[in-house]
């Protein structure tokens, strides 16, 4: 069965300061990878997809970046997190090819203050 | 453009009634769709999804959805609704962003209280 995993659990950081979360996916190989934001209580944005190792497509600009190091690897970050970055980041996989549904990983709760 | 709309942002009834939350849909070609649930604090989870051939799909925890053409909607249903279903559901559209990738558009979500 596949498992995804997302770290942190949650993040308090400070406006202008870095910010690295990730997301391994273990029991699927060459799965497509994606990154989605989720303002509280609202819906949710796709931010990055990836198909492929070192292969990363933005969708929605934030002032964030994605990368793909590894099969099972995604790595969301930043080198100066704004207000507007809080929120919950969620990484979830899919099978490759279209109409597959996503899978989430738990999710990554991060408070910008 | 494509989108997704679900009208109703809260939607309250009674343990053992019938549920049905609305999701209407905005896409030229063939729609591929998609209902997942968000419990408090959690993540989301996939219920169903909807891609060809018979209209009425079944999924996890006893929902199924009915797709119509006629007037772009794809519906969640489940008899009877049950107190654990309490949750935000959000409906989904599989449209095409490039040659070889395909996105999610998601809807903004339907917060379901359903009590004793």
């Known amino acids: 069965a596949q498992t995804i995993h997302q770290w942190p659990v949650a993040e308090i950081k400070a406006v202008g300061s870095p910010l690295s979360l990730g997301c391994t996916i273990k029991?699927?190989?060459?799965?497509?990878l994606y990154w989605y934001w989720q303002a509280t209580g609202g819906t949710l944005q796709q931010l990055f997809y990836?198909?492929?190792?070192?292969?990363v497509e933005s969708v929605v600009q934030l002032n964030l970046s994605a990368s793909r190091p590894k099969d099972d690897q995604f790595i969301l970050s930043t080198e100066k997190l704004l207000l507007s970055h809080s929120g919950f980041y969620l990484c979830a996989w899919s099978r490759q090819g279209s109409s597959y549904e996503q899978y989430f990983g738990p999710g990554t709760r991060l408070t910008v203050l | 453009a494509q989108s997704v709309d679900q009208p109703d942002a809260h939607v309250t009834l009674s343990e053992g009634a019938s549920l049905e939350l609305r999701c209407s849909y905005s896409?030229?070609?063939?729609?591929?769709l998609f209902w997942y649930v968000q419990y408090p604090g959690q993540s989301l989870q996939f219920l169903l999804k909807y891609i060809t051939g018979d209209t009425v799909v079944k999924g996890t925890k006893g929902f199924e959805a009915e797709f119509r053409k006629s007037n772009s909607s794809f519906n969640l249903k489940k008899s009877p609704a049950h107190w654990s279903d309490s949750a935000k559901y959000f409906c989904?559209?599989?449209?095409?962003?490039?040659?070889?990738?395909?996105?999610?558009?998601f809807g903004q979500g339907t917060s379901l209280s359903v009590v004793p």
């Open positions: 029991g699927k190989s060459s799965p497509n």
């Open positions: 896409y030229s070609a063939a729609p591929y």
């Open positions: 989904a559209l599989e449209v095409l962003a490039s040659s070889s990738f395909s996105k999610l558009v």
């Open positions: 990836s198909i492929t190792v070192g292969q």
